[in-house]
């Protein structure tokens, strides 16, 4: 069963950086684009960041355009997210997100990680 | 990246049948046939029903169609059971190569 598993969440002074993992598992994850959407509390779900299956497509929301980097790592099924000069609006369970090929959806989900940005 | 629109809140009894409502643009849904929902209860990661419009995944229940006219998509859920009671999505890929979901509507099964 495809698994997705995030880490590397935490409590963030703002201004400062932090890097989200999401090991993949039980898919040919070099095969698949991948995303990253998060949920601020109380809010509804917005979407963060895509990357394509051979990395060369990179796409960011406008709110994290310029401060978060979307990378992956193939030989270590690893799709990472780093954030800088973060905010307190960053806060929110961070999703990473398998793409349905073709489809522009996205079929499977991890549990998410927390990132709360607090002084 | 304005968020699509869909109403907060829609109630059903069961067996009824319910549709939420998620318009966009002509730069979201408007543009392509690229509209899916997500089904999300509380503390568990969401889960696709319907991607291009009106497809639904392997192993989603026929109670859950869809279908989209102009810049407006719907999703219907019919024979309401009280485990479809939790929060549900809209999204769309745009013409500025992003994604955009919709607020989310909160459904209630009474």
């Known amino acids: 069963q495809v698994q997705l598993v995030e880490s590397g969440g935490g409590m963030v002074q703002p201004g400062t950086s932090l890097r989200l993992s999401c090991a993949a598992s039980?898919?040919?994850?070099?095969?698949?684009?991948m995303h990253w959407v998060r949920q601020a509390p109380g809010e509804g779900l917005e979407w963060v960041a895509f990357?394509?299956?051979?990395?060369?497509?990179?796409y960011y929301a406008d709110s994290v355009k310029g401060r978060f980097t979307i990378s992956r790592d193939d030989p270590k099924n690893t799709l990472y997210l780093q954030m800088s000069s973060l905010r307190a609006e960053d806060t929110a369970v961070y999703y990473c997100?398998?793409?349905?090929?073709?489809?522009?959806?996205?079929?499977?989900w991890g549990q998410g990680t927390l990132v709360a940005v607090s002084s | 990246q304005s968020a699509l629109t869909q109403p907060a809140s829609v109630s059903g009894s069961p067996g009824q049948s319910i549709t939420i409502s998620c318009t966009g643009t002509?730069?979201?849904?408007?543009?392509?046939?690229?509209v899916s929902w997500y089904q999300h209860h509380p503390d568990r990661a969401p889960r696709l029903i319907i991607y291009?419009?009106?497809n639904r995944p392997s192993g989603v229940s026929n109670r859950f169609s869809a279908s989209k006219s102009g810049s407006t998509a719907s999703l219907t859920i019919s024979g309401l059971q009280a485990e479809d009671e939790a929060d549900y999505y809209c999204?769309?890929?745009?013409?500025?190569?992003?994604?955009?979901f919709g607020g989310g509507t909160k459904l209630t099964v009474l």
């Open positions: 002509t730069s979201d849904i408007g543009a392509y046939n690229h």
């Open positions: 990357i394509s299956q051979d990395g060369t497509r990179k």
């Open positions: 291009q419009v009106s």
């Open positions: 999204n769309s890929f745009t013409t500025s190569d992003t994604w955009v």
């Open positions: 039980a898919f040919t994850f070099s095969s698949d684009a």
């Open positions: 997100a398998k793409d349905r090929r073709d489809t522009w959806s996205y079929d499977y």
